[in-house]
């Protein structure tokens, strides 16, 4: 197998925006809002650039404490998940970053903050400067909200929370996207993501710009390109579409889905040796340019299917993938 393989078992950080996670309460956000922490791209540092109450950071940033306890924010998670490992991004914080931070859950219908009942999910952790802090979870519980707390104050660039999205048993039998994040299908693995994270394919709405798609690196050597995800589990497969909106020079020439049912659990490195031998859903499909490419379902009609195989030739992006079918 190859080493270039990128392995993302399926998880997704459940702390991004686009699925609805949003901050409902700080302590403080004096020097840098605490909105800013679950921004999706990257943080970065502007030299130079102040704002009325000091330098500005592209991060969540409190004041100097000079009272008891410490500064911290919920965040209500725009869908329930698992959440299996955990990244404190303390970038450009550096001489302003915790001493120590730790993280709180529950799941509650409510968000009144003096309602909320917290259970440790991750006991505190010394803090660096200007640093990745990657943390595994063991909890098997789902959560709704979550609590951030930073010892006793400072600043954090971003924080990740990967885990997976709760499948809905209500939606059985419905004719819908079986490949929609919001629904809990996720990317398993991929070759590669140079310019663009696989995951973005399954977002909801159109594609806001290249950054906000699939899109590889230019191959230079043989071969093609290729993800793995998994799909609600589905039946009657009638329609597929892929969209290669706001790639116009980098659009893959044409690309393939193979697809499969597996009904119990593997792990990722089985399922992408397995996925050589799927059945192909559709073959030899071409593409073109900033466009919605519409297809019929003509080879796996009456088959089921939870995982698919999405191949692109020879590379380029793509930047939105639907596929719909009956929940079963």
């Given at each position: 197998m190859s080493k270039k393989i990128i392995f993302t078992n399926g998880l997704i950080d459940l702390a991004q925006p686009r699925l609805g996670t949003k901050v409902i309460f700080k302590t403080d956000d004096f020097?840098?809002?605490?909105?800013?922490?679950?921004?999706?791209?990257?943080?970065?540092?502007?030299?130079?650039?102040f704002d009325k109450n000091g330098k500005w950071m592209d991060g969540w940033e409190s004041r100097r404490k000079r009272t008891t306890g410490h500064d911290y924010i919920i965040l209500k998670l725009g869908k329930p998940g698992l959440i299996k490992k955990v990244d404190v991004d303390t970038s450009h914080f550096n001489g302003n970053q915790p001493a120590m931070i730790s993280i709180e859950g529950t799941n509650s219908s409510s968000n009144k903050i003096s309602q909320l009942k917290w259970l440790p999910l991750l006991s505190r952790k010394k803090t660096r400067a200007?640093?990745?802090?990657?943390?595994?979870?063991?909890?098997?519980?789902?959560?709704?909200?979550?609590?951030?707390?930073?010892?006793?104050?400072?600043?954090?660039?971003?924080?990740?929370?990967?885990?997976?999205?709760?499948?809905?048993k209500k939606l059985k039998n419905k004719k819908m996207n079986l490949a929609s994040l919001l629904d809990g299908a996720s990317v398993i693995a991929c070759n590669n993501e140079h310019f663009g994270k696989a995951e973005n394919i399954?977002?909801?709405?159109?594609?806001k710009n290249m950054g906000d798609g699939w899109e590889t690196r230019r191959r230079r050597s043989p071969g093609f390109d290729w993800l793995i995800l998994n799909s609600l589990d589905g039946k009657e497969i009638n329609k597929?579409?892929?969209?290669?909106?706001?790639?116009?020079?980098?659009?893959?020439?044409?690309?393939?889905?193979?697809?499969?049912?597996?009904?119990t659990s593997k792990s990722s490195k089985t399922i992408v040796n397995?996925?050589?031998?799927?059945?192909?859903?559709?073959?030899?499909?071409?593409?073109?340019?900033?466009?919605?490419?519409?297809?019929?379902?003509?080879?796996?009609?009456?088959?089921?299917?939870?995982?698919?195989?999405?191949?692109?030739?020879?590379?380029?992006g793509i930047s939105r993938f639907r596929i719909y079918g009956k929940k079963i």
């Open positions: 020097f840098a809002s605490a909105n800013r922490i679950i921004y999706p791209l990257p943080p970065v540092f502007k030299d130079g650039l200007n640093s990745h802090h990657l943390f595994s979870v063991n909890s098997k519980k789902n959560f709704t909200h979550i609590k951030f707390n930073i010892f006793p104050d400072g600043g954090v660039a971003r924080l990740r929370l990967f885990g997976s999205i709760i499948k809905s399954l977002a909801p709405g159109k594609a597929i579409e892929i969209s290669t909106h706001h790639f116009k020079g980098n659009f893959p020439s044409h690309c393939s889905l193979q697809a499969t049912y597996i009904p397995s996925s050589v031998k799927w059945k192909y859903l559709l073959k030899n499909a071409k593409l073109s340019s900033n466009k919605i490419h519409i297809f019929k379902n003509d080879l796996m009609k009456k088959d089921k299917i939870n995982f698919i195989k999405i191949n692109i030739f020879p590379d380029g």
